[in-house]
């Protein structure tokens, strides 16, 4: 099965700086690739997400690579505020082919210091 | 975006008893799945619901422990029986199309079991 890994684990940036959290997956059938901020006490809330037939996507200050070849995947996040300030989780899946389920990488706690 | 409504929001149980979870979507879904997060830890994969039909539960996961039901496209239910204090943890509803469509997250049950 898929194998998704994260890192870094824990993340602390200077307001306005930018954060990088990485991926890896080991299932070269994956073709769709979510990120998801989660909030204290809230389930996990879908921020971006690139799938296998695009390189890069970006939605304001957020912005996501994928590097098929290599089989990762990464979050940028610039001019970050303290309101970014979350557990962030990548996630692999199969679209298309009925398997449906998500691999989700270990977290990322992300602190934004003001 | 699909709104999810996951009952109760947080319950704190005796072990040896049960604790029925339901998951109500305000559209019609394919696709309905149970996670469970761990304290700390990232999201795994529970079991898969299936409309009309037996859910497909991933490995170590079992019918018994975690019975599941979906009776229609738009509500399931997860139980989880003869808790144990290892089975404090948060459970996660979610929700997707078949088809080149995002996933979504319940807010979560957090369960506590003394």
């Known amino acids: 099965g898929e194998n998704v890994e994260q890192h870094p684990s824990t993340l602390s940036v200077q307001e306005g700086d930018s954060a990088v959290i990485k991926c890896t997956y080991s299932?070269?059938?994956?073709?769709?690739f979510p990120w998801y901020k989660q909030e204290l006490g809230k389930g996990p809330q879908l921020i971006i997400d690139?799938?296998?037939?695009?390189g890069e996507k970006k939605d304001q200050r957020i912005a996501v690579t994928l590097n098929k070849t290599a089989k990762h995947f990464s979050l940028h996040i610039t001019e970050t505020q303290p309101e970014d300030s979350a557990v962030y989780f990548c996630?692999?899946?199969?679209?298309?082919?009925?398997?449906?389920?998500?691999?989700f990488g270990t977290g990322t706690r992300l602190t934004v210091i003001p | 975006s699909a709104v999810i409504s996951q009952k109760p929001s947080r319950d704190i149980c005796q072990r040896g008893t049960s604790l029925t979870i339901q998951c109500q979507v305000d559209?019609?879904?394919?696709?309905m799945f149970w996670y469970r997060q761990q304290p700390g830890q990232s999201l795994t994969l529970i079991a898969t619901?299936?409309?009309?039909?037996?859910?497909?539960?991933e490995s170590g996961f079992v019918i018994d422990k975690f019975p599941i039901s979906r009776p229609n496209l738009t509500f399931s239910t997860l139980t989880v029986s003869n808790m144990s204090p290892e089975d404090s943890s948060i459970y996660l509803c979610?929700?997707?199309?078949?088809?080149?469509?995002?996933?979504?997250f319940g807010q979560g049950t957090r369960l506590t079991v003394v």
């Open positions: 690139i799938r296998s037939n695009v």
């Open positions: 996630a692999a899946s199969r679209r298309g082919t009925g398997a449906n389920n998500l691999f």
């Open positions: 619901a299936n409309q009309g039909s037996e859910a497909t539960y």
């Open positions: 559209s019609q879904v394919t696709m």
């Open positions: 979610s929700v997707a199309g078949l088809r080149d469509t995002e996933a979504f």
């Open positions: 299932d070269s059938a994956s073709n769709y």
